[in-house]
């Protein structure tokens, strides 16, 4: 009788790549039905476009690799990659912002560096970088979260809204942004970095309608959402620790000492920590395990650096939210970390500087 | 702050990096006692089963055997015997298939075993009575290897010069589904305790550790219950988690102490040995029974039947899996050891021998078979789970990359192929497969490597030693020249020319100090040219004045002789004609007219002939003139001379074509006289003598066909004469006789040369 020959181990733990991803997909779905409920139903319309594009985007280029495309568009990245992009970018933006930064994510970003593993930027915050560089209006252009919207926006909306610039009623989105006394409102991080630059006190510009409690209206609750997301997937040990407790822990360090030293002009840490895309980027983003650091040692620095980064770029830099930039930004850095973070290896001796 | 054994014995248990918790199913197989077997028709039992060298073998096909007898003898530190685990017939000594991942066919001995189970006679020895070098040698002889998974020869293991801290019993048996030593430990602590006595006699350690799993309670509490109040033993039961039971990551775990990459435990004072090994170590000891059996679990959903059970070493995997109701799958597979460590085999003729722990045969539901490796995400999880805190994804990398530098500088060699990283993997990357065949391909490019060292090594050594050589050759040469030297000076016959010689010897040694053998041999020769020529000379005085001697009585006063020798001298003296024929031909018609005879013109013409046909030899075409000058011979008249002149002519020019200068020596002595006298006659008797010694040089032929030749040369004349005139002779016959004398003479004085 003749058996079947396999090389050890024999036993494999039942947790694939496509489960990780599916699980990462799952984590998120808190977070976009609060971004649904507070920034509209078109972050869903956004969603399947996304989707739709990018599975598109792989399987074609897959098949013009010759790869078995099946096989590769079952691992569920391009899934992945398409949710981060969506919900990343505003929710009633025109339709082909999402459908050319996702296909910029796959085609460029992902496959032409070659597939799943290979990248070494984040595809979806590539992209978006891309998109915010390229297209700014419609990239910054958030509506107010629900409570301040002045028109009601009905699913119908949505698709008008991002298929024709127009809802169904005939506002434009600018229209669509403006409060009751018909100024354009900007997302909580932006009004407060405009502020602060006009002169006002961090004190005097959280009186703003944008900002709620904590941090802006809806967007406490948007990070809370991805925050429990996030908490989800540690558990499940689909993410390690390290990557979200350095992003949280050194962008609250940097804008503690900040505020700690100068209130006025800069925002307090929990509302740094609950603004924008923090939670989403700490958990979802620097995550991502092709273009994060590998080891134990670099993975802390690797967080650190995009915590760092964000703080700095949202408090001096030119663009109110910051996670794209310093995420891409410490991506660079990898090779860089892991070769110099390689941990000792049993029975050796500490390698010194490395 | 404690010391490290005051942690120890504190109970401190450390941790080491990674590790895995894969369901361990020892649940199924730690229940049940160990079962027996009946004895299996055939036994295959491998010549090696350790790592080392087989012994010799001590029996032969046909022999009967008994129970425990050794069937092979340790001839060297690294060889431990095999035994016959029970008695039977040896049917065979051939190739059978190996239990190892090879596969590769080794020497095997077949048993068929009688049924009897008749032992040989038992030597039980007792631990305290006897010396550590008997106790050692016991272990040897009962062929005792690590039990554990690798079969390093124990005696050699526990034969250490260096002081141990720590005696490690190793129970971890962290592989999932594998209970044997569990189950050894429930029923037989006390033995194990009696074989870590004999080791602790051994080793003298400061502490025996026993490190065991803590999903093993009653194999934990057996092994307490038998040490009883032994001081510095301690059972420390460690947090399941594989891979514990890893020689480093258990040191690491009792110890806190790591190997330093490299090295061996002993190193660093320590000395782990399985709980196996222990047993059959007191087994052997105390009652005399070789390693001819183990404990194997037998496990897998495909069996009616999952337990432990007692085999005999040899016996066919088939044998084991029918005894526990073993119901084949499609795709099954067969592992031999853990599903995490062990390898599958094809072929399940191969027989249990001294490492083999556990039998897999699992469902395909209940160790899913390797499914298609996906892209590798850089997740780290492997690197999270590594013991050894490699970077496995980096050296999935490499390994694909093959890039050998990168492999060493990321510690390849430190992988101790658990398997965690591959377990871990989301991708189902077989990342050990990968690894294993990036340290098959080093250690080739090594062995390659070390080739290429050795080649070099070797060509050097040649080059050495052809230079050595030549430098003695040349070393030996100088002193036999000096030899040489000294010895002719010594016999005072040291002659002016070999002093010479010697001069020049010296010289060219000087100058060039190489190839002295064929200057040696150039200048000997010259110098024997020198004498040659010399003696020559010599000669050649001699003999001008003596033939001049001979002829005088007999010849001298006839004119008609001299005017013979004449024609003879002109004949030659065509040979010039090379040199300078125009005087050749303006002197010889004139000297020939005033003489001419009809006698005499005869006789010359003979001469011509006879030289003709000599000619002949060496030249067929040369014959065709001198012919109608034969037939012409009875008209006797100026004509028949002419054309005998001609015929010489034609002679003489051949042969100054081979040797010019002995002609140009002898011509003009020739010419100058042109009376006809007695000198004349000499002068060309010598000429002639020249010529037959030019000629004999030339052919090189052995000197007595030239000496028949020249008989042969003389004869015709004599033959063709009566035809001729039958009056003269008297004295063409003297002077025939004359020349024939001549050549014979020169044809002796050509011997010594």
Redesign the interface.
Same mark, same amino acid.
Request: with cysteine.
């Given at each position: 009788m003749s058996f079947k020959i396999a090389s050890s181990p024999h036993q494999h733990i039942q947790k694939t790549t496509a489960q990780l991803m599916k699980l990462v997909a799952l984590a998120a779905v808190p977070g976009i039905a609060v971004q649904a409920y507070f920034f509209g139903y078109g972050v869903l319309i956004q969603l399947l476009l996304a989707i739709i594009t990018a599975l598109l985007c792989e399987a074609a280029v897959l098949a013009l690799r010759g790869k078995k495309v099946k096989a590769k568009l079952l691992d569920h990245s391009a899934l992945v990659t398409a949710l981060l992009l969506a919900v990343a970018i505003p929710s009633y933006a025109p339709w082909w912002l999402v459908v050319i930064g996702t296909a910029f994510a796959i085609i460029v970003v992902k496959q032409l560096y070659g597939g799943l593993g290979n990248n070494l930027f984040n595809p979806a915050m590539a992209a978006y970088v891309l998109l915010l560089v390229s297209f700014p209006l419609p990239m910054t252009s958030w509506l107010p979260a629900a409570p301040l919207q002045q028109q009601s926006l009905s699913p119908a909306d949505a698709v008008c809204t991002i298929f024709t610039n127009f809802s169904c009623s005939g506002y434009s989105i600018s229209q669509l942004r403006q409060d009751a006394d018909g100024i354009s409102m900007a997302t909580p991080l932006d009004t407060l970095k405009t502020d602060l630059s006009q002169g006002y006190t961090t004190e005097e510009s959280m009186k703003k309608p944008v900002f709620g409690w904590l941090s802006g209206e809806g967007w406490f609750w948007v990070n809370l959402a991805y925050l429990l997301g996030g908490l989800f997937l540690l558990q499940q040990k689909v993410i390690q620790w390290r990557i979200p407790v350095a992003v949280l822990g050194s962008l609250f360090g940097f804008s503690l000492i900040a505020w700690l030293l100068s209130p006025d002009t800069n925002a307090s840490p929990l509302f740094q920590l609950f603004s924008g895309a923090t939670m989403l980027a700490a958990f979802f983003i620097a995550t991502d395990p092709v273009s994060a650091s590998t080891t134990e040692k670099g993975r802390l620095i690797f967080g650190a650096l995009i915590g760092g980064l964000a703080f700095v770029i949202r408090s001096y830099g030119g663009y109110p939210d910051a996670f794209a930039f310093a995420v891409m930004l410490a991506n660079m850095t990898v090779p860089l970390i892991d070769y110099y973070t390689q941990p000792r290896t049993y029975g050796h001796k500490s390698k010194g500087a490395r | 702050m404690p010391t490290l054994f005051q942690q120890i014995q504190a109970g401190k248990v450390w941790d080491?990096?990674g590790g895995?918790h #894969? #369901?361990s199913r020892k649940e199924r197989t730690n229940q049940k006692p160990v079962a027996l077997l009946d004895i299996p028709d055939r036994l295959y039992i491998p010549l090696r089963q350790h790592i080392g060298v087989a012994g010799k073998v001590l029996v032969k096909v046909g022999d009967r055997v008994l129970k425990g007898q050794a069937l092979t003898q340790a001839e060297n530190a690294m060889a431990v015997p095999v035994h016959a685990p029970t008695s039977g017939m040896v049917l065979a000594i051939d190739l059978h298939t190996s239990t190892h991942p090879s596969s590769l066919a080794e020497p095997t001995l077949v048993l068929a075993p009688d049924g009897m189970d008749e032992w040989r006679p038992r030597k039980p020895l007792d631990p305290e009575q006897v010396d550590v070098y008997t106790l050692l040698e016991r272990i040897q002889e009962s062929g005792i290897s690590g039990m554990g998974g690798a079969g390093f020869p124990t005696h050699i293991k526990v034969n250490v010069k260096q002081p141990v801290d720590y005696l490690i019993i190793n129970a971890v048996e962290c592989e999932?589904y594998i209970t044997a030593d569990d189950m050894l430990m429930q029923e037989r602590a006390s033995d194990i305790i009696a074989g870590i006595e004999i080791l602790v006699k051994l080793l003298s350690p400061k502490a025996v550790l026993i490190g065991i799993e803590d999903d093993k309670p009653i194999a934990a509490a057996s092994l307490k219950a038998a040490i009883g109040q032994k001081d510095n033993y301690f059972v420390r039961e460690v947090p399941t988690k594989y891979p514990s039971g890893g020689e480093?990551q258990l040191i690491?775990l009792l110890t806190n102490k790591? =190997? %330093?990459?490299?090295?061996r435990p002993l190193d660093i004072g320590i000395v782990m040995q399985n709980v196996g090994t222990a047993f059959a170590i007191a087994q052997a000891v105390l009652d005399d029974i070789p390693l001819i059996h183990r404990v194997v679990t037998v496990a897998g959903e495909t069996l009616a039947q999952q337990q432990n059970v007692l085999a005999l070493i040899g016996t066919p995997i088939?044998d084991l899996l029918n005894a526990c109701g073993f119901q *084949?799958e499609p795709?099954?597979? +067969? +592992?031999i050891?853990g #599903?995490?460590?062990?390898?599958? +085999?094809?072929?399940?003729s191969v027989p249990v021998v001294k490492t083999t722990n556990c039998v897999?045969a %699992?469902t395909e539901n209940e160790?899913? *078979?390797?499914?298609?490796e996906?892209?590798?995400?850089?997740?780290?999880a492997c *690197?999270?789970a590594c #013991? *050894?805190?490699?970077?496995p994804?980096?050296l999935l990398w490499y390994s694909k990359a093959k890039d050998q530098d990168k492999l060493a500088e990321?510690?390849l060699s430190?992988c101790i192929?658990c398997?965690a990283c591959?377990?871990?993997c %989301?991708?189902?990357i077989?990342l =050990?497969?990968y690894y294993?065949v990036a340290k098959a391909d080093i250690r080739e490019t090594q062995r390659e490597a070390l080739k290429a060292e050795q080649a070099k090594a070797r060509f050097d050594a040649r080059t050495e030693r052809l230079e050595r050589e030549k430098q003695e050759r040349l070393e030996r040469n100088q002193q036999l020249a000096a030899q040489r030297v000294a010895q002719q000076q010594a016999s005072g016959q040291a002659t002016q020319s070999a002093a010479a010689v010697q001069q020049a010897l010296e010289r060219t040694q000087q100058q060039s100090g190489q190839s002295l053998d064929k200057e040696q041999i150039i200048a000997e020769r010259e110098r024997k040219k020198a004498e040659a020529l010399a003696y020559q000379q010599q000669k050649q005085q001699a003999q001008i004045a003596t033939p001049a001697e001979d002829q005088a009585p007999g010849t001298a006063e006839d004119p008609r002789k001299a005017a013979i020798a004449a024609a003879l001298a002109r004949a030659k003296a065509k040979k010039q004609a090379e040199a300078q024929p125009e005087a050749v031909e303006q002197t010889a018609p004139a000297e020939i007219a005033p003489d001419m005879d009809a006698k005499k013109a005869a006789v010359a013409a003979a001469i011509a002939r006879a030289k003709a046909k000599k000619q002949a030899e060496a030249q067929p075409e040369a014959v065709e003139q001198p012919t109608p000058a034969d037939t012409a011979v009875p008209e006797v008249d100026a004509k028949k001379a002419a054309v005998a002149a001609a015929i010489a002519r034609a002679k003489a020019k051949k042969l100054a074509e081979a040797q010019p200068e002995a002609v140009e020596q002898s011509v003009p002595a020739e010419i100058a006289p042109p009376e006809v006298d007695a000198k004349k006659a000499a002068v060309a008797a010598a000429i002639a003598r020249a010529k037959a010694k030019k000629l004999a040089e030339q052919a090189e032929a052995p000197l007595q066909t030239e000496a028949k030749a020249t008989t042969e040369r003389a004869l015709p004349p004599e033959r063709q004469e009566p035809a001729t005139t039958p009056e003269q002779d008297a004295k063409k016959a003297a002077i025939a006789a004359a020349i024939a004398r001549a050549k014979a003479k020169k044809q002796q004085n050509s011997e010594p040369l």
């Open positions: - | 080491f990096h895995i #894969p #369901p999932p480093k690491q790591e =190997v %330093p990459a490299g090295r088939s *084949a795709q099954q597979r +067969i +592992i050891g #599903p995490m460590m062990g390898f599958a +085999i094809a072929d399940w897999l %699992p160790l899913g *078979a390797a499914s298609d996906m892209d590798c995400i850089r997740c780290g *690197a999270d #013991p *050894a805190s490699l970077l994804q980096q990321y510690n430190d192929e398997g591959a377990y871990v %989301p991708s189902e077989p =050990v497969h294993r």
